[in-house]
């Protein structure tokens, strides 16, 4: 089902569908992560003016597909300059994130053994990523943050989930021995006008 009908979005959604039908989710991700990638390049797709639209205090996710054949969606967000997540997940789903512009920092982070109700996370990498670079999440290496690190700039991200991501898991650090508490968020759509 599109949202919104825009330029270049059959496109999209015919790559989307060509890299689904491969036979494992390494291969799928590999395959939409590279398709992404130029499509971002091409400028053949022209998303929706409202996706560079900055939400008051928090970034925007705005729903532009969900494929009632194959389950997945594609969500654009929009980071304000410093926005980002704490640690979290994509509860069990993969996910393929390309920066459409502006730039963003995502951090991945290994979960280590735990005390009780508390989670311990260990950073294993970090990237700058630019217009036009995807990465892909692949449970159980799913936990990672993202962040505009710009003072004054937007960034667009696109996200292509396996199924529908309605909430996840976050992570908030708790104390001062790099201990973080768990907690379900419900995530919530911005309007795509």
Not at 93 to 106: D, F
Request: proline share 7%; hydrophobic share 30%; glycine share 8%.
């Amino acid at each position: 089902m599109l949202t919104k009908e825009f330029p270049g979005c059959q496109t999209l959604i015919d790559a989307i569908d060509e890299a689904i039908a491969q036979p494992s989710t390494p291969a799928i991700t590999d395959s939409l992560r590279n398709s992404l990638c130029k499509l971002i390049r091409s400028k053949e797709i022209t998303l929706p003016e409202c996706v560079f639209e900055t939400a008051q205090g928090r970034y925007a996710r705005r729903e532009l597909y969900h494929s009632d054949e194959h389950g997945y969606c594609v969500v654009a967000m929009t980071w304000g300059p410093g926005q980002g997540t704490p640690i979290h997940d994509h509860c069990g789903m993969w996910c393929v994130e390309g920066v459409w512009s502006g730039a963003l920092e995502v951090v991945q982070y290994e979960q280590l053994a735990g005390e009780g109700d508390l989670y311990r996370f260990q950073p294993v990498g970090s990237i700058q990523a630019g217009p036009g670079s995807a990465g892909s999440l692949i449970p159980p290496h799913e936990y990672h943050t993202i962040r505009n690190p710009s003072d004054d700039t937007v960034a667009v991200s696109l996200h292509i989930y396996s199924g529908n991501m309605t909430h996840c898991a976050v992570f908030q650090p708790k104390g001062t021995d790099h201990c973080y508490e768990r907690s379900d968020r419900q995530l919530s759509l911005d309007p795509v006008n």
